[in-house]
């Protein structure tokens, strides 16, 4: 017989509670292998490539490009057996020929790493399917799931997805009185809320010629926007600023680029900057630690973790390169270039964007000279890396012209003092101003 599976929306990242749909890939009819990309999807972290489980041929897509789905949630139907008989996808998944619940629970186990989910899997009614004759009665069976409540309204059957059911029974809302704004009139979370708040004021449709539009906060503006406000009333933020001659700096870079071990390697002035937070914060461990609310504890961490804020069409990330003290003036170039190049395909994948210790932000690479940055929420300090200028500068007493760079420090006042930022910000400085100072640490 066929055997019909349904792909759940598995927790990709740690805390995901949904992720939008950027594209199926898939369609009715199609073959599938064990681990094909088949969804894209984007969560709060990353856009994030969905591989499937099974091989078999897809019957039904449930999640459209657009929609917001819930961790859970099924996303495609797939018959695992198509060689067997032409029992329906509706029968095998919902009715008498569905597993017992605990081979169910085991079948529909997502790929390693995704995390188990127990969340039933529901077919959702489709309006308007096309049937030869009447459905016969079904035999004696275990109970078949609760239908989709019908509306009074000629017999139409709302169309919504099960968490959008539950949040319209949680809200009072009655779904037979709403008309779906997705396509196939399928009703969304935004059309359950948006009735449930009868007295706002409905926002006025855009009108021919308008010079204004607007787009939903999601995705990761929306988690970016909720870690920033988070941190900025949660943590008080102290900052301060050095300027410096880098001339040093930068000549060493052109010595270097000719070096063997650095050929092939894109040298960047943020590499030396990556290399000179991890070397200063051995002598500053305050800079690198988290303050732990809920245990009342500071916890320091032997380890540096660092986070690079990258913009991307989506909005900022901050991926982290693990591990960063324990590498070398090459390695962190060559860790740099790929995490950048990555970050802005929309590629880093979720684990790299958690568990950062502190974080470089290069406010430079815009032409801009400073900056007073955000701590990223679980760090105590944020290093804005500016644009390196020719500028007048004193050198034994004379006037020259210098490669000059700003720096600014902010970090968390509960964690670190204004003597140990300060010294954290001279130490950075001393290190890209004269980088043999390196030999003293």
Not at 44 to 71: D, M, N, R, S
Not at 123 to 131: L, Q, T
Not at 293 to 302: F, H, R, S, T
Not at 379 to 391: N, P, Q, S, V
């Amino acid at each position: 017989m066929p055997e019909y599976k349904q792909f759940l929306l598995a927790d990709t990242a740690e805390g995901l509670t949904e992720a939008e749909i950027l594209n199926v890939r898939v369609q009715p009819g199609d073959e599938v292998t064990v681990n094909q990309i088949v969804v894209e999807v984007e969560t709060a972290k990353a856009a994030v490539e969905l591989p499937i489980p099974w091989a078999g041929v897809i019957t039904e897509v449930l999640a459209e490009p657009g929609a917001t789905v819930e961790v859970g949630a099924p996303l495609l139907t797939v018959d695992v057996d198509p060689a067997g008989s032409s029992a329906s996808p509706a029968q095998a998944v919902n009715g008498s020929s569905a597993p017992a619940p605990a081979a169910a629970e085991e079948e529909m186990k997502p790929l390693v790493g995704y995390g188990s989910k127990t969340t039933e899997a529901r077919r959702r009614p489709r309006r308007g399917a096309p049937s030869a004759a009447p459905p016969a009665a079904p035999p004696a069976a275990p109970a078949a799931p609760e239908p989709a409540p019908a509306a009074a309204r000629g017999g139409y059957v709302p169309l919504a997805k099960p968490p959008v059911r539950k949040l319209a029974k949680d809200l009072g809302v009655d779904l037979s009185t709403l008309t779906g704004s997705a396509d196939g009139g399928i009703i969304t979370r935004e059309d359950v809320e948006r009735a449930a708040r009868p007295a706002a004021p409905a926002a006025p449709a855009p009108v021919a010629g308008s010079r204004e539009r607007r787009v939903p906060v999601k995705g990761v503006r929306k988690a970016t926007a909720q870690a920033m406000v988070s941190s900025a009333f949660t943590a008080p933020h102290v900052t301060e600023f050095l300027t410096i001659d880098v001339t040093p700096m930068m000549e060493l870079r052109e010595r270097l680029k000719k070096h063997p071990d650095f050929a092939g390697v894109k040298l960047t002035p943020l590499a030396f900057a990556a290399k000179a937070v991890c070397m200063a914060v051995k002598r500053t461990p305050d800079v690198n630690a988290t303050w732990d609310e809920a245990a009342g504890e500071i916890v320091y961490k032997d380890y540096v973790h660092l986070g690079i804020a990258a913009a991307t069409p989506r909005g900022l990330v901050v991926p982290k390169i693990r591990d960063a003290d324990a590498m070398s003036l090459p390695e962190l170039a060559r860790a740099l270039d790929q995490l950048t190049t990555t970050a802005r395909e929309g590629k880093t994948p979720p684990a790299d964007m958690v568990n950062g210790t502190i974080t470089i932000t290069n406010v430079g690479v815009f032409g801009v000279d400073t900056g007073t940055p955000i701590i990223n929420p679980g760090e105590a300090a944020i290093l804005a890396f500016g644009a390196i200028k020719d500028a007048p500068w004193v050198v034994d007493g004379q006037l020259a012209v210098r490669k000059v760079l700003q720096l600014s420090l902010s970090f968390d006042h509960r964690l670190v003092d204004g003597q140990q930022g300060s010294q954290f910000l001279a130490d950075v400085g001393a290190l890209l101003a004269d980088p043999a100072m390196a030999i003293t640490y």
